[in-house]
Nanobody
Framework: QVQLVESGGGLVQAGGSLRLSCAAS????????MGWFRQTPGKEREFVAA????????YYVDSVQGRFTISRDNVKNTVFLQMNSLKPEDTAIYYC??????????????????WGQGTQVTVSS
């Protein structure tokens, strides 16, 4: 089992920045891909970003490309999401996720095995 705990969410004005962190425990060293999804009420969970264990493969949804940066520290079993130039439409609950799989379906929530409890990000206009 792997446990994921997110932190770093909050309220920020449009144009501001936040940095999300996700600490993995348990059998965290067995995880390959880690990522972030987000969800707003009444909508499906949306892929935001993902990173392979080595960091050589990184993926973003088009709407955050150039504004968000995903990174990870394998020694501390932690993944980060640096969010800059935030927009009101970035408001959502952000979930950290991980999988030991090498599947290429990085944007499919069904391809991930473990999920955090979520952290709220609110961007005011």
């Amino acid at each position: 089992q792997v446990q994921l705990v997110e932190s770093g969410g909050g309220l920020v004005q449009a144009g501001g920045s936040l940095r999300l962190s996700c600490a993995a425990s348990g059998r965290a060293s067995s995880m390959n891909r880690m990522g972030w999804f987000r969800q707003t009420p009444g909508k499906e969970r949306e892929f935001v970003a993902a990173i392979s264990r080595s960091g050589s493969s990184i993926y973003y949804v088009d709407s955050v490309q150039g504004r968000f940066t995903i990174s990870r520290d394998n020694v501390k079993n932690t993944v980060f999401l640096q969010m800059n130039s935030l927009k009101p439409e970035d408001t959502a609950i952000y979930y950290c996720t991980a999988t030991g799989s090498y599947s290429v379906r990085y944007a499919d929530p069904g391809s991930y095995d473990y999920w955090g409890q979520g952290t709220q990000v609110t961007v005011s206009s």
